[in-house]
């Protein structure tokens, strides 16, 4: 568990980069956080494709997912799907929205998401739908103004995970680590639903079952097993997040806040080094 | 923005690798663009497989894709696909010919390819199919004469993507990013279709989401994102463009010039090399 | 062949990692080996994603599934299912447990899992089925109780193959390399068999050809040309286990005596440094 | 085009990494070629995996399938395939025998494989049946006699695929080149019409097309572009045959002596340092 503003930001940038290398994101999609104390703000990265997330990336929002400190660089258009849900759900902690493939074929054709192995059952005992035209009519589809953020959460109500009608899905945990792991479990839990669908006549699981085996996959040691495993993945790779910003994250202040703190300008150099 | 033929050169071999890179390219298929400076001309590379190009492989064509400066290497057997569309579509700035996998089927079944999610909006509102056999008779199924160029740029009409029975998809756009993006979404788009046909019933979006969300999604901001991310992901493998071949892109005109304009004799030492 | 207990060490650090690297574990999931000298005992991991496991964090078990040495390191879950299908099969020298994605509909649609191709042989003329709802009603579908392992193995019964509804699948074999050359091959079977399924009928081998194909497949050659070529994938990508612990394994008993047996301590050593 | 036996040697342990890396092959199936000299030989690897066969592990064979110089290593089981078709289609240079995921579904529901683009128009007009079953009952389906190959050379007949009922595919080429061009784009066109097939009805080439595209694709020009890019990926991986054996391979023939001549000595030595 991270113990400061600088660790999460670290874990924040890690868990962009892991749910990209684990395909539940691609260029687009982010994970957020909310801050960790004050609960009236959440920290989410510039607009970047989150497998390229750096710590220094990561601003503060208030709920109505303004940037705390005014700034230049660009911004991820639907930042509201954070803000919105962090609002409606004082016990989110985590938010991630994604289009992942095996999720698409879902939100494409409006079939529903059950959880049909231990580890699906984190999705909860149901997935609900939100159709952006239902609410907006004709719409570029985005989640942009805070009317739309707000009839996305209202849709999710308990839940933890909701499809999105033609874009994608969002899904919330009540710790970072959690959203991580709920949102690439559901993702393995859409594929194997697919594949049996096909085959022949799936057997979900039932209610019991699914709050049974969802506690017991949410508990401290599968999230830690699972998340040593994705951050040693992304490590042997060399795509975790920078060691100096890590090392930064762990060292002094000093040091930190010279890195930490993103500024307009800053962003921008990271973006010019990041091109080349 | 690529600002200098040479700096287009390297754009445009990035964007063959990327394609590559993404799985839209394999040994096969070609992105050309128009030369920034004279409509009447356009840029290619020689004959060799997209995920290898390198600035100094690319020539310059007339729009009857004959290369400007006769040469003895081997050029692609497909030119016309570029040459015939430029003709016909003052408005179209770049061209990828492709058989990604995800796209096939519905070239070989002719089930139509509908956007259903906001990304694969980039599609259009409708993706023409083009068969060979209809204005030809029997052939080898590539498209080596002009008139049959010709034909397919016709069946592509105002529209940015025609699918080519028995062949592939051939995508155009009004800049180089712009088609490196759609044709990498609409082959997720593709993938996504099809799982959804498989479980139930796509809904595809109507003609007012396509617009918008074809609109918002190929702005600037979310086109430079994907692109910083298929760049990033080339470049920590290694399999960016050579730097040295950058360096003179970038740098005076008498490196540049050294190294870009590719001679019968050069381009066959690279490949020469490129065997070892 | 390993001829030491450090050697089988190391031998089923290799399985997790190669049982990992080709598809068959993720996160979850664990092989096992019964101790070469003493059959009342087996060797697994302490919970640990099998990607990661090395010989040191390799533990020795009774067949009720307790640690020999107590400890204070966290054990997997599930350990009974091979503590009693070590106890119900006296021929089993090894054991895995996985979630295949390409056994997963099998596991989610109750269609049967047939061998049909030579390598597929390997499953053994039936795969039976294994549901916890019957006998235990609603639980987490964890396998964690005693009885829970044993009515698992009684399904297994004298097979090779048992697939657990909404769970996974359990593989026994007469020896590591059999177990490991099994659980991938299964795999690859069951691959073949959907998409088949879903092209039209498929045609399976029969009795006697399943025996003669099996026989022939988990002959000395075959096994370890398959061996060799998982290590050999391993090795080129840098995840075989720590050469450090190798040498121990093949050197003095003093230098292995230190690294070998694993304490508590050691083992959350190895856990934070794994981390970085 | 090799112009020696060493480069020959050198390019056929080329092939086998090339499939295996392009999921032709994995720990089974071989490539051979004929003897460029001596239509009565044939040149294939001793017993290993193919992503893993180097110059010196290459033997030559007579016809009948028998080692030229008998040796202790152990040598592939299916022999025959290669041996029985150079027997009977002197026109062959090139075999290669696989059991890539996309054609298995073939292999078992025994639905036709089609070519359905222009590339995948090197299957040729038929891709005929094979089925041990008729011939010789129930066996272990592995083709080991003489007269198994024999039979299976006979069904191949003129063409230049043969899907092998619950087994693989063998493919055969008047080239090595092209052996490996058809047998990797045979198994993409068995890709796209599988999906073809779920998602309607396929249109596949007609006899005319069919060998129009074939001869096309199979010049020299676009078979050394693919040739290329395979064996660029390869490299950029670390994974071409090493490059000590290819200095032998080109240098002096002292040298190529002393390495290319395998003893069952010199093999074991290699099996064993393939091990660490």
């Given at each position: 568990m991270p113990q400061s503003l600088d660790e999460l930001r670290y874990e924040l940038a890690l868990a962009n980069r892991m749910c990209a290398h684990e395909g539940v994101l691609d260029a687009f999609g982010h994970v957020s956080a909310r801050h960790p104390d004050d609960p009236n703000r959440y920290l989410l990265s510039r607009s970047r494709a989150p497998e390229l997330v750096?710590?220094?990336?990561i601003f503060e929002f208030t709920l109505?997912?303004?940037?705390v400190t005014p700034t230049n660089v660009r911004l991820y258009g639907e930042r509201v799907i954070h803000g919105e849900i962090y609002k409606a759900r004082p016990d989110v902690m985590a938010v991630c929205h994604h289009h992942a493939p095996a999720i698409m074929p879902y939100c494409v054709s409006g079939e529903e998401l059950l959880p049909v192995y231990h580890l699906g059952?984190?999705?909860?005992?149901k997935a609900p739908f939100w159709d952006q035209r239902h609410d907006f009519?004709?719409?570029?589809?985005?989640?942009?103004e805070p009317a739309e953020g707000a009839s996305l959460a209202k849709a999710l109500g308990s839940h933890w995970v909701v499809i999105m009608r033609r874009h994608g899905a969002t899904v919330a945990g009540r710790a970072l680590r959690e959203c991580v792991f709920r949102s690439i479990y559901s993702v393995r839990n859409a594929e194997f639903l697919t594949q049996a669908k096909l085959l022949g006549t799936p057997s979900p699981l039932n209610r019991v079952e699914t709050e049974r085996a969802g506690e017991y996959n949410l508990a401290p040691g599968p999230v830690a097993r699972a998340w040593e495993y994705w951050e040693m993945r992304l490590t042997k790779k060399g795509e975790a997040p920078p060691r100096a910003a890590r090392a930064a994250a762990r060292g002094g202040k000093k040091a930190a806040g010279a890195k930490m703190k993103p500024t307009a300008r800053g962003a921008k150099k990271t973006a010019r080094k990041g091109r080349r």
């Amino acid at each position: 568990m991270p113990q400061s503003l600088d660790e999460l930001r670290y874990e924040l940038a890690l868990a962009n980069r892991m749910c990209a290398h684990e395909g539940v994101l691609d260029a687009f999609g982010h994970v957020s956080a909310r801050h960790p104390d004050d609960p009236n703000r959440y920290l989410l990265s510039r607009s970047r494709a989150p497998e390229l997330v750096e710590p220094g990336d990561i601003f503060e929002f208030t709920l109505d997912s303004e940037p705390v400190t005014p700034t230049n660089v660009r911004l991820y258009g639907e930042r509201v799907i954070h803000g919105e849900i962090y609002k409606a759900r004082p016990d989110v902690m985590a938010v991630c929205h994604h289009h992942a493939p095996a999720i698409m074929p879902y939100c494409v054709s409006g079939e529903e998401l059950l959880p049909v192995y231990h580890l699906g059952a984190v999705i909860g005992v149901k997935a609900p739908f939100w159709d952006q035209r239902h609410d907006f009519g004709d719409t570029n589809l985005l989640v942009i103004e805070p009317a739309e953020g707000a009839s996305l959460a209202k849709a999710l109500g308990s839940h933890w995970v909701v499809i999105m009608r033609r874009h994608g899905a969002t899904v919330a945990g009540r710790a970072l680590r959690e959203c991580v792991f709920r949102s690439i479990y559901s993702v393995r839990n859409a594929e194997f639903l697919t594949q049996a669908k096909l085959l022949g006549t799936p057997s979900p699981l039932n209610r019991v079952e699914t709050e049974r085996a969802g506690e017991y996959n949410l508990a401290p040691g599968p999230v830690a097993r699972a998340w040593e495993y994705w951050e040693m993945r992304l490590t042997k790779k060399g795509e975790a997040p920078p060691r100096a910003a890590r090392a930064a994250a762990r060292g002094g202040k000093k040091a930190a806040g010279a890195k930490m703190k993103p500024t307009a300008r800053g962003a921008k150099k990271t973006a010019r080094k990041g091109r080349r």
